[in-house]
């Protein structure tokens, strides 16, 4: 790949990092120069994917994973209220047809797990994950605009993707399919939050760095949109154990008040569970997954 185009001056390394989750959509670069060092990143996609995960976020939020330089606009808007740094994109260019963003470089590894992490780092990620929740609009979403409903239709959307989902891609799991027409009912019968926040659907530790004892950075924000906060801490609860959770909700609870799960978790557990966000796992295990947040 020629990243010289990129660069004002000479390359004198180029460092590719290897994937960090099965199925990465993007090809990232440690990229040093004699008066620079960035992080390169392009799409590997050139056309819309059609895994579950993918079409789901197209059709709830109107996410193209090919729009490399979304990240920009996204960035640009979290960095501001986000206690967790997020990278400033320096530049951003097409060379041979191919879209590449060039950000700052934010020290740190990829977090492995939110379980290797201290109480005291995850207290700091409910703060950060709070001061991201603090930018609120009434509309769902993508942050360049291209879609965007009126959040208290988000459920109603929902309910209307919940049949393709199951028919394209879980057709052949007979438990998935029997629950499908409760979920739907509940889906049109709830109203979600009456905001969307900024949440990152495809929540995963391995979108944060951490320098071994806190958490230095969010990087991967390609899949971030707006939608109900619920769904950021729905899917955070598969993440943690029962101290980090509470570490995680004492933090948040500084910026703002933690919302009451009860009435959406088994419907957003559910939604989850067709996207595939941690790879396949069987109804019965995904849905009964214990309780953290209280």
């Known amino acids: 790949m020629d990243l010289q185009s990129l660069f004002p001056h000479p390359i004198q390394r180029i460092h590719h990092f290897a994937d960090v989750h099965p199925g990465q959509a993007s090809d990232v670069w440690l990229v040093t120069t004699?008066?620079?060092q960035a992080i390169v990143r392009t799409t590997r996609m050139s056309s819309q994917p059609t895994s579950d995960f993918w079409?789901?976020?197209r059709h709830l939020f109107g996410i193209d994973p090919t729009d490399v330089f979304a990240m920009e606009v996204v960035n640009q808007s979290l960095r501001p209220v986000s206690l967790i740094s997020i990278p400033r994109v320096v530049r951003k260019a097409t060379v041979h047809g191919v879209p590449f963003v060039v950000v700052e470089v934010i020290s740190g590894e990829p977090v492995q797990s939110f379980l290797h992490l201290p109480a005291e780092a995850?207290?700091?990620?409910?703060?950060?994950?709070a001061s991201i929740h603090q930018l609120q609009r009434t509309t769902c979403g993508n942050f360049r605009g291209t879609?965007?409903?009126?959040?208290?239709?988000?459920h109603e959307?929902?309910?209307?993707?919940?049949?393709?989902?199951?028919?394209r891609f879980h057709s052949n799991d007979a438990a998935?399919?029997?629950?499908?027409?409760?979920?739907?009912?509940?889906?049109?019968?709830?109203?979600?939050?009456?905001?969307?926040?900024?949440?990152?659907l495809d929540m995963d530790p391995t979108q944060f760095l951490t320098n071994g004892?806190?958490?230095?950075?969010?990087?991967?924000?390609?899949?971030?949109?707006?939608?109900?906060?619920?769904?950021?801490?729905?899917a955070l609860e598969y993440l943690l154990d029962e101290p980090r959770a509470q570490a995680f909700q004492t933090g948040y609870r500084q910026l703002r008040d933690f919302p009451d799960l009860t009435r959406v978790r088994p419907l957003y557990r559910y939604?989850?569970?067709?996207?595939?966000?941690?790879?396949?796992?069987?109804?019965?295990?995904?849905?009964?997954?214990?309780?953290?947040?209280?």
């Open 122 to 129: 995850i207290y700091e990620l409910g703060k950060g994950i």
């Open 213 to 234: 004892s806190r958490i230095t950075g969010l990087i991967d924000t390609e899949v971030y949109a707006f939608g109900p906060p619920e769904l950021d801490l729905v």
């Open 34 to 36: 004699a008066n620079e």
């Open 147 to 154: 879609l965007a409903y009126p959040v208290n239709q988000f």
């Open 176 to 200: 998935i399919l029997s629950e499908m027409p409760w979920f739907v009912t509940e889906f049109e019968r709830n109203g979600a939050s009456p905001f969307a926040v900024p949440v990152l």
């Open 157 to 167: 959307h929902v309910a209307q993707l919940i049949p393709q989902l199951v028919t």
């Open 55 to 57: 079409f789901g976020c």
């Open 271 to 294: 939604l989850h569970l067709l996207l595939s966000v941690q790879g396949e796992v069987p109804l019965g295990q995904w849905m009964n997954h214990p309780i953290l947040f209280r």
